[in-house]
């Protein structure tokens, strides 16, 4: 028997094929019945354009019903998914299809003058167009497609999906994910976080990650339950919808815009069973806020693109989601916080966060050495975070290791900085970077987005010499209106470290 995942995401369908899989908010709907029709379709396609298993299919395209029909239909066809940021430019697309060279690529019908000579350039035999609404080329030749039988036979070690890295340092990586990977994980989280399905997930989340691809749709296939599916996040669409959802993903900036809608209502809240939230920390006051306003407790968890997930708080128990922590390991994953020799640290010291299990990615699309230098001999992948976990088994992320501040010969975390400056008053949010400094090698420097009566920066500094070791405190603060983050709300420091650094004047 085949181990393609469409295959078995199919075997989980449920056994009334009419029943709905998604609803989009106009009110269109699509049945696991037409999941199958249309992915058979869109697959048939891809096979008869040339598309072999292991080949690529990048898709740069909106968010709509049909981009999620095409994801599965690469499943099907044997191919390996590549979704591709919709902010990306000319310039940036022209690496990634250079390096991935993938036989079709997808793209929306106003770059089609941008991306089709790229892609020419880069091999691949199509390039066809997907709007928002599902038109363009690629929905109008396949309409007329055969469609496939069943699915192309794959493996569980067999490629699924490519994803680039941010790449915020060095050119971006392909993580290789394979079927085993996302199999495995959405399997686990269903049963971490009690998925069934009589659930319905509210999707308002972007496609091209993993958190919005894998984890979230991947959950309801599992699950055989349902979404609603929305184009991008709006807080008010939120919670006009919610009523009708049972779980709500989302990245700490959904959480944050909801409280701070004026017309957030708690009632909109009440019956729903769970919130989730990842792709970057959670400020414990937004934990604190949104529990007392909704009486809900988010569940936090975490992971990164090479892992899925790797860990979460526990959906049962009072002391189960603690403010702050990514919980405890997934069952079937092993993390282990390590020291500068690969030595595991005892509870409360700060180390390297290593992770092994079948969540774990393949490795780096052509960089073999680059992917030998991340795994230990004993098949660990060290993540680049930095964490502690307590006598209790919980994990907290301290920050990412390249964000580690060395400044006159100590080590500073900025992440014990940035929560004592987001417990003052009148300080909503907060990030700390090292920026290049002549005699301490680097120095300490706050970015601090203020309440309506701010403290001034010296208030803030004495302050922090109260409570931290005087080679902690920022040398500077500086204000801002908000912090830059990308799509997924991770802060993005390398910018912060360019603004406030020694180039800018500083």
């Given amino acids: 028997m085949s181990d393609n995942l469409y295959e078995l995401f199919a075997r989980c369908f449920p056994k009334d094929r009419k029943t709905v899989f998604m609803e989009t908010l106009t009110g269109d709907r699509f049945t696991y019945a037409d999941l199958d029709s249309m992915s058979a379709l869109y697959a048939g396609m891809l096979v008869e354009l040339g598309v072999e298993p292991g080949d690529r299919v990048a898709a740069q395209v909106e968010k709509s019903p049909e981009a999620i029909i095409l994801y599965l239909a690469t499943l099907r066809a ?6 591709l940021n919709t902010a990306y430019t000319g310039a940036e697309m022209e690496y990634f299809l250079a390096d991935s060279e993938p036989r079709v690529v ?26 928002a609404d599902g038109g363009g080329s690629f929905s ?18 067999d490629l699924a999906a490519i994803l680039y890295t941010s790449g915020t340092t060095g050119r971006s990586k392909g993580a290789m994910l394979t079927v085993e990977n996302l199999w495995s994980n959405a399997n686990t989280l269903c049963e971490a976080w009690g998925f069934t399905k009589d659930d319905v997930l509210l999707h308002a989340l972007p496609i091209f990650h993993a958190h919005g691809l894998f984890v979230a749709i991947d959950c309801v296939l599992v699950s055989g339950s349902r979404m609603l599916f929305m184009p991008k996040f709006d807080a008010g669409e939120v919670m006009a919808t919610l009523p009708r959802c049972s779980v709500m993903m989302g990245v700490p900036t959904f959480y944050t815009r909801l409280l701070a809608h004026p017309d957030f209502k708690a009632e909109a809240f009440k019956g729903r069973r769970l919130f989730i939230s990842g792709s970057a920390p959670l400020l414990a006051e937004t934990w604190n ?3 007392e306003r909704t009486g809900h407790r988010i569940l936090e968890r975490y992971g990164m693109t090479e892992t899925v997930m790797s860990a979460s708080n526990l959906l049962e128990g009072e002391d189960g989601r603690i403010p702050g922590s990514i919980g405890k390991p997934l069952p079937g994953i092993e993390l282990r916080v ?33 992917t030998n230098a991340e795994f230990r001999p004993d098949g660990f992948f060290i993540t680049g975070d930095m964490a502690r976990h307590d006598e209790n088994g919980f994990l907290y992320l301290v920050g990412r290791s390249k964000d580690l501040i060395i400044t006159g010969g100590y080590n500073v975390y900025p992440k014990e900085i940035e929560d004592e400056l987001d417990a003052m008053d009148g300080i909503v949010e907060s990030a700390v970077v090292g920026v290049p400094d002549p005699d301490f090698g680097e120095r300490v420097v706050a970015a601090v987005k203020s309440a309506d009566e701010p403290p001034s920066a010296e208030e803030i500094i004495a302050k922090l010499k109260e ?40």
């Fill in 289 to 291: 806020e949104f529990h």
């Fill in 467 to 506: 409570r931290l070791a005087g080679y902690k405190v920022p040398k500077q603060v500086h204000f801002v209106d908000e912090l830059p983050r990308n799509v997924m709300g991770k802060v993005q420091k390398n910018l912060l470290r360019e603004r406030f650094g020694p180039q800018a004047g500083n």
């Fill in 140 to 157: 109008e030749r396949a309409s007329g497609a055969h469609a496939i039988e069943g699915a192309v036979p794959r493996e569980l070690k």
């Fill in 106 to 131: 997808i793209c929306r019908p106003e770059d089609e003058a941008v991306i089709k000579p790229l892609a020419e350039a880069a091999g691949s035999v199509r390039t066809l167009t997907l709007d």
């Fill in 78 to 83: 044997g191919a390996a998914f590549l979704p």
């Fill in 338 to 370: 390590v020291g500068e020799h690969g030595e595991e640290l005892p509870t409360g010291e700060t180390g390297m966060l290593e992770v092994r299990g079948p969540n774990v990615f393949k490795g780096y699309w052509r960089m073999p050495e680059k």
